[in-house]
Nanobody, 115 residues
Framework: QVQLVESGGGLVQPGGSLRLSCAAS????????MGWYRQAPGKQRELVAT???????NYADSVKGRFTISRDNAKNTVYLQMNSLKPEDTAVYYC?????????WGQGTQVTVSS
């Protein structure tokens, strides 16, 4: 059984920073993709950033230059450093692990950007 445990969400003022973490446990394939998605109220879940176990990254245009995804393969952990946060970044952020043909979601962590 694979589990994803997220941490690091919270309330931050516009222009501030937060760092999210997601640790995967269980039977983890060495070749995988880990990443982050988000869902704002009334909107569809959208990709934020992903990073493969071999180092390839993908970012949503809306976060390029502000967010950085990284991972520690030995710890099966993925991080999302979020800088210059904007109110429109407010959402529940979900960790995602893809090990073809399987996919897993974390429980979500709330990020609120507000003054």
């Amino acid at each position: 059984q694979v589990q994803l445990v997220e941490s690091g969400g919270g309330l931050v003022q516009p222009g501030g920073s937060l760092r999210l973490s997601c640790a995967a446990s269980g039977s983890i394939f060495s070749i995988n993709t880990m990443g982050w998605y988000r869902q704002a109220p009334g909107k569809q879940r959208e990709l934020v950033a992903t990073k493969t176990s071999t180092g390839s990254t993908n970012y949503a245009d809306s976060v390029k230059g502000r967010f950085t995804i990284s991972r520690d393969n030995a710890k099966n952990t993925v991080y999302l450093q979020m800088n210059s946060l904007k109110p429109e970044d407010t959402a529940v952020y979900y960790c995602r692990l893809i090990m073809i043909p399987y996919g897993y979601w974390g429980q979500g962590t709330q990020v609120t950007v507000s003054s």
